[in-house]
């Protein structure tokens, strides 16, 4: 196993990072994330998020910058980044054919995890997420809340110290959303970290420690809500009148 | 301008999408490319009608009189084309019950769905009148410029052909779906499909291999042999294609009240088939239960054992891989009579089991390499890509092993030198049709696996001539002929030939 600094106070630590398919996608991006934080990514479509946390999660190559997870250069040692982080994205993967112990059973083993530790964690996460009196069918007739809850199971089986998280309440419903929440929570509470993109302010705004607001592959905005408000001129206001000023502030700024 | 919900608006809807998607198939979706598939478009019709031209003007004419001759070469025609359509038509509408596409759309609106079925069965008919002319025309073109106009009664002959065709393949969807429900059907109805496609081709190749000691040219000269009475009904289609009036208006009239009669039936059926089916497909699957039972020791057992599992338990898939093996048979059939005439059956299934390893190692590939539904997954978990790949590769050989070690523990017994060259080959031909999915690997979901040979023409044709080559070399090497190194050295050039041009190599390079 890959030694994790314990002196690594931060989760994520982005320096440069850039990303050109057509245009830029992701421009020179600096982004620090604290240990035990629960940060959520804002920005219009197209602002460079998800290929910001694809190129984190080692599913994309950056043209060039650096990405250290707890101390690791995901860059250079990829596998032990991979090993204490966890990705779940918008459309959840899973094999239609497997059941949920099953497919839990797979991802334990993808990630080396003791087959006695797993199979109590993953009897758990089942329990927790609502999915035990489905654990032994198969994923292929599961509705989307049922499928993002599994994937999200998928991620906590091996336990990692960082979550990334890609629009994870996209067609959602208010029980399924709710359990994912708490889930999170109590993750940041044991102390892992979470990244989040969402589209939902009202998400952000509840359960965020700090908001990162990108637009045109740049962090135009980083803080606390009230730090966000006070930089957007608007005290006291939403996250999402913060937000549409900011991004407002950066389209006239350009 | 119809009105909405109407037949004709429908069919109009209909047109549109399927003049779009021929496009797009032509195209790939580049309006540069209009004028590139417009040429091919030609250039292929004229080799075609060249291909015909040359068949028909070194053949006999079929110009005179309808004798028995002539007759049975075109019933022959007519019978192997009808199974072909049958079995477009079986998958075809099997895929109509199945596929989500618009239908929940087209069921949740106020229009007539009646209607819309109504469409899409007649549009079947049409898609398969279609295809059956990408090969039929350029004969039918041809004969009519040599032995006279009377010929081109054959296109409305192969019109009534598909609409008894589609007529027949709905009736068969349909009883399948009565008798063994939902669930069932899709699969069944596949092998039904296959095994109509091929029983004809296979049965007459292997009697004209029989007869002839070849499965091509003189295939209906077999039918000759079976000496039908000229005035037989089951005549009737053949002169029909020789434009006689009253067996063509026959042929029409039974075609187009098929059709009708089936429209009639099955098209306000059809919506309540569709959701039945839907909601069928969606419906979860019990497996035994095993909660307890975490069995996750390393990531390449893991891997290993999920695509046990995914193979295992889809059906549809396994459907597709027999057919392949299905088709093998008269090829294999060829090459036992080529060179063992006379000797037993050990000999003639050395070059059988490797030719099926080869294609089924292909199949099962595609599905471990390509065909990932988890690909974020794997790629974000701890594990570095050649790890993935040896136990996806070992997954793919071990899963070819335990199908063909029994078959080649048998042949032992009854020879231990053809079983001693099947492991061998079999071991060769399943590694070169995995290395060459490597090789070619795109990713797809695991449902596309019936457009696996679709994305990839040249791996298509690789593995096809990797697994024919060692095959020949098999059953070279069986008969004792030394000449066994020729086909295996020219598959291994054929390989390093494709490698050197594959996307891995373009990879590997950069």
């Given at each position: 196993m890959h030694e994790i600094s314990p002196a690594s106070a931060l989760a994520l630590k982005i320096c440069g990072l850039a990303k050109s398919f057509e245009r830029p996608a992701v421009d020179g991006l600096d982004l620090s994330v604290p240990a035990g934080e629960f940060y959520c990514l804002l920005g219009p479509n197209g602002a460079g998020k998800t290929t910001t946390l694809r190129m984190v999660t080692g599913l994309l190559k950056p043209d060039r910058g650096s990405i250290s997870v707890y101390g690791v250069d995901a860059l250079e040692d990829s596998i032990g980044a991979k090993r204490i982080m966890a990705w779940v994205s918008d459309e959840p993967m899973l094999y239609d054919q497997l059941t949920p112990m099953e497919y839990l059973d797979f991802v334990a083993g993808l990630w080396a995890v003791d087959a006695t530790a797993a199979a109590a964690r993953a009897k758990d996460l089942l329990s927790w997420l609502g999915l035990s009196p489905y654990a032994d069918e198969r994923c292929g007739g599961f509705s989307k809340g049922m499928r993002q809850k599994l994937a999200l199971a998928g991620a906590l089986v091996h336990e990692p110290k960082l979550i990334i998280l890609d629009e994870p309440f996209t067609g959602l419903d208010a029980a399924s959303s709710r359990i994912v929440k708490d889930v999170l929570r109590e993750r940041v509470r044991a102390g892992c970290s979470v990244i989040m993109t969402t589209h939902i302010l009202e998400v952000a705004e509840r359960m965020a420690d700090r908001i990162g607001v990108m637009a045109k592959g740049r962090l135009i905005a980083d803080g606390r809500l009230d730090e966000l408000r006070l930089r957007a001129g608007a005290s006291g206001a939403s996250l999402e009148d913060t937000f549409l000023a900011l991004v407002a502030q950066d389209r006239e700024a350009a | 301008m119809s009105a909405s919900g109407s037949l004709a608006w429908f069919a109009a809807h209909e047109a549109r999408l399927a003049w779009r998607d021929w496009r797009w198939l032509m195209t790939r979706g580049r309006k540069d490319r209009a004028g590139a598939a417009a040429l091919g478009f030609v250039a292929f019709v004229l080799f075609m009608h060249g291909v015909a031209c040359m068949a028909l003007s070194s053949s006999f004419r079929l110009a005179g009189p309808a004798d028995a001759k002539a007759l049975a070469v075109v019933a022959g025609s007519l019978a192997l084309a009808f199974s072909a359509m049958l079995s477009q038509a079986t998958e075809l509408v099997t895929r109509a019950f199945y596929a989500r596409g618009d239908l929940e759309l087209i069921l949740t609106s106020p229009a007539a769905a009646a209607r819309l079925f109504a469409v899409r069965i007649a549009a079947i008919a049409a898609t398969i009148f279609s295809m059956s002319l990408v090969f039929a025309a350029p004969f039918i073109n041809v004969q009519a410029w040599l032995a006279g106009p009377q010929w081109l009664c054959a296109y409305l002959a192969a019109a009534a052909l598909a609409m008894f065709a589609v007529a027949c393949a709905v009736v068969i969807v349909g009883a399948l779906f009565a008798v063994l429900g939902a669930r069932r059907t899709r699969f069944v109805s596949q092998i039904v499909a296959a095994v109509i496609g091929a029983a004809f081709a296979i049965g007459l190749q292997f009697a004209a291999i029989i007869s002839f000691g070849t499965m091509d040219a003189p295939r209906f000269a077999v039918l000759e042999r079976l000496a039908l009475d000229p005035d037989s009904a089951l005549l009737w289609p053949a002169r029909a294609v020789f434009g006689?009036?009253?067996?063509?208006?026959?042929?029409?009239?039974?075609?187009?009240?098929?059709?009708?009669?089936?429209?009639?039936?099955?098209?306000?059926?059809?919506?309540?088939?569709?959701?039945?089916?839907?909601?069928?497909?969606?419906?979860?699957?019990?497996?035994?239960?095993?909660?307890?039972?975490?069995?996750?020791?390393?990531?390449?057992?893991?891997?290993?054992?999920?695509?046990?599992?995914?193979?295992?338990?889809?059906?549809?898939?396994?459907?597709?891989?027999?057919?392949?093996?299905?088709?093998?048979l008269p090829a294999a059939f060829l090459l036992w009579r080529s060179f063992f005439s006379g000797s037993g059956v050990a000999n003639f299934l050395a070059p059988v089991l490797i030719m099926a390893a080869g294609q089924l190692a292909g199949g099962l590939a595609w599905l471990a390499v390509s065909?990932?539904?988890?690909?974020?997954?794997?790629?974000?978990?701890?594990?570095?890509?050649?790890?993935?790949?040896?136990?996806?590769?070992?997954?793919?050989?071990?899963?070819?092993?335990?199908?063909?070690?029994?078959?080649?523990?048998?042949?032992?017994?009854?020879?231990?030198?053809?079983?001693?060259?099947?492991?061998?080959?079999?071991?060769?031909?399943?590694?070169?049709?995995?290395?060459?999915?490597?090789?070619?690997?795109?990713?797809?979901?695991?449902?596309?696996?019936?457009?696996?040979?679709?994305?990839?023409?040249?791996?298509?044709?690789?593995?096809?001539?990797?697994?024919?080559?060692?095959?020949?070399?098999?059953?070279?090497?069986?008969?004792?002929?030394?000449?066994?190194?020729?086909?295996?050295?020219?598959?291994?050039?054929?390989?390093?030939?494709?490698?050197?041009?594959?996307?891995?190599?373009?990879?590997?390079?950069?």
């Amino acid at each position: 196993m890959h030694e994790i600094s314990p002196a690594s106070a931060l989760a994520l630590k982005i320096c440069g990072l850039a990303k050109s398919f057509e245009r830029p996608a992701v421009d020179g991006l600096d982004l620090s994330v604290p240990a035990g934080e629960f940060y959520c990514l804002l920005g219009p479509n197209g602002a460079g998020k998800t290929t910001t946390l694809r190129m984190v999660t080692g599913l994309l190559k950056p043209d060039r910058g650096s990405i250290s997870v707890y101390g690791v250069d995901a860059l250079e040692d990829s596998i032990g980044a991979k090993r204490i982080m966890a990705w779940v994205s918008d459309e959840p993967m899973l094999y239609d054919q497997l059941t949920p112990m099953e497919y839990l059973d797979f991802v334990a083993g993808l990630w080396a995890v003791d087959a006695t530790a797993a199979a109590a964690r993953a009897k758990d996460l089942l329990s927790w997420l609502g999915l035990s009196p489905y654990a032994d069918e198969r994923c292929g007739g599961f509705s989307k809340g049922m499928r993002q809850k599994l994937a999200l199971a998928g991620a906590l089986v091996h336990e990692p110290k960082l979550i990334i998280l890609d629009e994870p309440f996209t067609g959602l419903d208010a029980a399924s959303s709710r359990i994912v929440k708490d889930v999170l929570r109590e993750r940041v509470r044991a102390g892992c970290s979470v990244i989040m993109t969402t589209h939902i302010l009202e998400v952000a705004e509840r359960m965020a420690d700090r908001i990162g607001v990108m637009a045109k592959g740049r962090l135009i905005a980083d803080g606390r809500l009230d730090e966000l408000r006070l930089r957007a001129g608007a005290s006291g206001a939403s996250l999402e009148d913060t937000f549409l000023a900011l991004v407002a502030q950066d389209r006239e700024a350009a | 301008m119809s009105a909405s919900g109407s037949l004709a608006w429908f069919a109009a809807h209909e047109a549109r999408l399927a003049w779009r998607d021929w496009r797009w198939l032509m195209t790939r979706g580049r309006k540069d490319r209009a004028g590139a598939a417009a040429l091919g478009f030609v250039a292929f019709v004229l080799f075609m009608h060249g291909v015909a031209c040359m068949a028909l003007s070194s053949s006999f004419r079929l110009a005179g009189p309808a004798d028995a001759k002539a007759l049975a070469v075109v019933a022959g025609s007519l019978a192997l084309a009808f199974s072909a359509m049958l079995s477009q038509a079986t998958e075809l509408v099997t895929r109509a019950f199945y596929a989500r596409g618009d239908l929940e759309l087209i069921l949740t609106s106020p229009a007539a769905a009646a209607r819309l079925f109504a469409v899409r069965i007649a549009a079947i008919a049409a898609t398969i009148f279609s295809m059956s002319l990408v090969f039929a025309a350029p004969f039918i073109n041809v004969q009519a410029w040599l032995a006279g106009p009377q010929w081109l009664c054959a296109y409305l002959a192969a019109a009534a052909l598909a609409m008894f065709a589609v007529a027949c393949a709905v009736v068969i969807v349909g009883a399948l779906f009565a008798v063994l429900g939902a669930r069932r059907t899709r699969f069944v109805s596949q092998i039904v499909a296959a095994v109509i496609g091929a029983a004809f081709a296979i049965g007459l190749q292997f009697a004209a291999i029989i007869s002839f000691g070849t499965m091509d040219a003189p295939r209906f000269a077999v039918l000759e042999r079976l000496a039908l009475d000229p005035d037989s009904a089951l005549l009737w289609p053949a002169r029909a294609v020789f434009g006689e009036p009253a067996p063509l208006a026959f042929m029409l009239g039974l075609g187009l009240a098929a059709l009708f009669a089936v429209i009639g039936v099955y098209a306000p059926r059809f919506g309540g088939l569709v959701l039945t089916a839907g909601s069928q497909s969606n419906a979860s699957k019990k497996s035994s239960p095993r909660q307890a039972d975490l069995h996750s020791a390393s990531p390449a057992q893991a891997l290993r054992r999920k695509e046990w599992s995914l193979l295992l338990r889809d059906p549809w898939l396994m459907s597709q891989t027999l057919m392949q093996l299905l088709y093998l048979l008269p090829a294999a059939f060829l090459l036992w009579r080529s060179f063992f005439s006379g000797s037993g059956v050990a000999n003639f299934l050395a070059p059988v089991l490797i030719m099926a390893a080869g294609q089924l190692a292909g199949g099962l590939a595609w599905l471990a390499v390509s065909g990932e539904d988890a690909p974020e997954l794997i790629a974000t978990a701890p594990v570095d890509a050649a790890s993935v790949l040896r136990a996806k590769t070992e997954a793919v050989l071990v899963g070819v092993g335990v199908v063909f070690a029994p078959l080649v523990l048998m042949l032992a017994v009854a020879s231990p030198l053809a079983a001693l060259v099947s492991l061998a080959g079999v071991v060769v031909a399943a590694g070169s049709a995995t290395a060459i999915q490597f090789w070619f690997r795109a990713q797809a979901k695991r449902c596309h696996f019936r457009r696996r040979q679709i994305s990839s023409r040249l791996a298509t044709f690789a593995e096809a001539l990797s697994s024919n080559g060692w095959a020949c070399a098999g059953a070279m090497a069986v008969a004792g002929a030394w000449l066994a190194v020729v086909p295996s050295v020219m598959v291994v050039a054929m390989l390093a030939g494709v490698w050197s041009i594959s996307p891995a190599k373009a990879t590997a390079s950069s």
